[in-house]
Nanobody, 126 residues
């Protein structure tokens, strides 16, 4: 069992930056792929970014490429999402998720994850 807890959300003006953190419990954190998803009001949850089990390979949604950076610190059991050049359309609840094993759905799908946090609100004002 893995528990993940997000933090770092808040209110920021368009063009600003935020860094989200996701702390995970468990001694085998490095064995989990980690992902970030977001859900805006009235919309489905969508993939933002992911980082693989080993090697730290990263994946991004088109909307995040060039603006967001996902990274992990296995010594701290933490994954980060650095968000720059934020836009009002980035406003959403951001969720962190952990994936124990590869699945055919891949890391770009919510079905590829086993454990989810409660989310942290990010609001970008225009």
């Amino acid at each position: 069992q893995v528990q993940v807890v997000e933090s770092g959300g808040g209110l920021v003006q368009a063009g600003g930056s935020l860094r989200l953190s996701c702390a995970a419990s468990g001694r085998t954190f490095s064995r989990y792929a980690m992902g970030w998803f977001r859900q805006a009001p009235g919309k489905e949850r969508e993939f933002v970014a992911a980082i693989s089990w080993v090697g730290g390979r990263t994946y991004y949604a088109d909307s995040a490429k060039g603006r967001f950076t996902i990274s992990r610190d296995n010594a701290k059991n933490t994954v980060y999402l650095e968000m720059n050049s934020l836009k009002p359309e980035d406003t959403a609840v951001y969720y962190c998720a952990a994936a124990a094993l590869p699945r055919s759905s891949g890391l770009g799908s919510a079905k590829g994850y086993d454990y989810w946090g409660q989310g942290t609100q990010v609001t970008v004002s225009s």
